[in-house]
């Protein structure tokens, strides 16, 4: 397992667990006491945690962890979302994508489409994303439009009444939405000012495709994007249980499993 890998592991015991030891960092990861302490006094210099004697608890400012750390957590799943979700998109369109680890692979996903070859028909894409904006600009296929805003360190995703000037002037084919929580009522991040940009997105598709791992499902966070009647299709993962499933479907919702 990388250094990378241990930081996102541990962060993900502090954060479900809201403490970690290094007995337990030792027992999980297989790693010397050694290391189990030079990788929280690694995240606790980053104020990701606060160490503790004998181990570490959640820092009571940080309420999720940076982007950088989320990217290896249900790897695979979000490649198959992606990949899917990619497959939706053709030259000429517009989409629309909000921040988050999935978002950002669709991205990635789109650019590497092989019929998006003419940089006399690329595909548009409006984001709130400064990493999405910064890793797209340079495809010649991919015409970048960003909102404006503020930028969040942990998310890269620009926030704040500034994209309230352009997003209510335009309009998207698709938004490719990734979330925090999603159940049958609805649609969720953990950041009211991320809920407030990624409504205005919301408004202004026309089809609003969720894009999120099947550990998002049957969960809520703190802000509501969207309800459920805004969502046209959620891809997921095949892991995705079959009674939050049910429920979406019922609510309206088509559900791809991939």
Do not use: W
Not at 10 to 19: A, C, H, Q, R, Y
Not at 67 to 88: G, N
Not at 96 to 108: I, K, P, Q, S, Y
Request: overall charge negative; some cysteine; proline content about 4%.
């Amino acid at each position: 397992m990388s250094r990378h890998d241990r930081h996102s592991a541990i962060l993900d015991i502090v954060m479900d667990e809201g403490s970690v030891r290094i007995d337990d960092i030792i027992t999980r990861l297989g790693v010397s006491a050694a290391t189990a302490r030079r990788d929280l006094d690694h995240l606790a210099d980053q104020q990701l945690v606060s160490r503790t004697r004998g181990g570490a608890i959640a820092n009571p400012t940080s309420t999720e962890p940076p982007l950088r750390y989320r990217t290896s957590k249900m790897a695979d799943e979000k490649t198959r979302i992606a990949k899917a979700a990619a497959a939706l998109v053709h030259p000429g369109d517009s989409v629309g994508l909000n921040g988050g680890t999935t978002t950002t692979e669709v991205a990635r996903e789109i650019a590497l489409l092989p019929e998006l070859t003419d940089p006399e028909v690329p595909v548009t894409l409006v984001t709130n994303a400064v990493n999405i904006a910064n890793e797209m600009a340079v495809r010649q296929c991919v015409r970048v439009v960003v909102t404006g805003g503020i930028a969040r360190a942990r998310s890269f995703e620009l926030t704040g009444p500034l994209a309230s000037l352009i997003l209510p002037s335009i309009s998207v084919g698709t938004l490719f939405l990734g979330v925090e929580g999603l159940d049958d009522r609805g649609a969720y991040t953990q950041h009211d000012g991320e809920a407030a940009v990624n409504a205005a997105l919301v408004e202004a598709a026309e089809h609003v495709v969720v894009v999120c791992d099947s550990s998002k499902l049957g969960r809520t966070a703190f802000a509501l994007i969207c309800p459920t009647a805004k969502i046209d299709t959620v891809i997921t993962d095949d892991a995705a249980p079959a009674d939050q499933v049910e429920a979406l479907q019922q609510a309206g919702v088509q559900v791809r499993l991939v």
